[in-house]
């Protein structure tokens, strides 16, 4: 079409912001003291088995804090088996939880234990509404319990309880089967019910402790937290305060086109994180948040997610590479489950970034185009550097978190009609 060539484009520049950063050391002297503590009060016996439920985000490290927790049960005389806890995630088959776990670093040659990936369930116990609380029949098989998982802000709803340790136990270890039930529920009571089905899973199981794991403003694992069943949800509540004041965000209110260079299950589990994008699309807790996009481009899929392009939807426009590259049988299975079908829809697609973008300005409402308001990001879990366009100049210079990293100057497309790397983006 060339539309790209049709458009004045603004100019850009690299901008840094300080985010908070307080990455830890040692995971081994932050886990083991409080996970020994633990262990140490349960009725455990040498040689008893114990399920670890290893969910599907790329959480900094997890890989590292699997292994630790692992030797850690091995030195109390238990033999660890890890149990994916990822809902439908890996469209919702055991090899493909399997898969979605070794490109996280976790694999049976890796972590020197089984994984136990079959996707089978039976319901423990349900809700008030009716909501059945299904559970992976490899973890009930096991004589106890572990889950490791961060605790953050969720992308569909607000609640004390959000994205952790109770939806794990919920949701993750419910598999596809119980994934699909608490969506369809949430619907009419509000996604509550995991902090009430989080009480029954608790009662219910030989829950040895819980790893909760927190992440800094710049993606990097700050704290680890080991729970015990007794404190599992008040503890949860606190750390999820925590988790918000610690988040990466986008530093701009108004953004007229905001463009993504990846998306992925291992980023966030639409993809793009709503609570950065500000952007929502949902039966169930569709809230409104800054900053206020006009329009979002998506470049390309993360390797990670292995095709799951669940969240798409939530985009105006996108690549035909990326498009391409959809495994329609994941993202289907992921969107439906979580009863937001919508998210799987593909937008609009271009050859090249260039008609994506120029397409995306003219379409913003904007009387200048070399005026635009346009920020670029790695990834919403990337918000450390930005390429931004001159009309926020002024707000840069206001704001002592921002710094200029690099001249302004005019957009960059490689022969292609691509977006060229950032200087100091870590391809």
Known sequence: MNIGNRIDFPETALVRQQL??????????????AAGRLLAGRPIRSGQSVAVGVGSRGISRLDEVVHQTLRLLEQGGLKPVIVPAMGSHGGGTSRGQRQVLEKLGISEAAMGVPIAAEMDTDCIGSLKDGTQIHFARTALQADHLVVINRVKLHTKFRAPVESGLCKMLTIGLGKAEGAAEFHRRAVHSGFGIIEDAARI???????????????????????????????????????????????????FEHIDVLVVDRIGKDISG??????????????VGDFYSAPFVKR??????????????????????TTRRLAEAVDREKTYKNAITAISPEKAAI??????????????????GVADPRQARLVRISSTKSLELLQVSTAFAPEIESKPNLALVSPWQPMGFDAHGNLLPWAEEDE
């Open 20 to 33: 908070h950063q307080a990455p830890i050391d040692g995971i081994a002297r932050q886990l083991q003291p």
């Open 296 to 317: 979002i481009f998506v470049r390309d899929l993360t390797p990670a997610t292995g095709g799951n392009a669940n969240g798409i939807g939530l985009a105006d426009a």
């Open 270 to 283: 639409i993809g793009m994180d709503s609570n950065v994008t500000g952007r929502h699309r949902d039966l």
């Open 201 to 251: 899973v608790l009662n219910s199981t030989s829950i040895l402790f819980g790893v909760a794991l927190l992440e800094d403003g710049c993606g990097q694992l700050s704290r680890i937290e080991t729970v015990g069943p007794a404190e599992w949800i008040e503890t949860e509540k606190r750390l999820l305060t925590e988790a918000a004041g610690m988040m990466g965000r986008i530093p």
């Open 347 to 364: 937008p609009i697609c271009f050859d090249t970034d260039r008609e994506a973008v120029a397409v995306c300005i003219g379409t913003a």
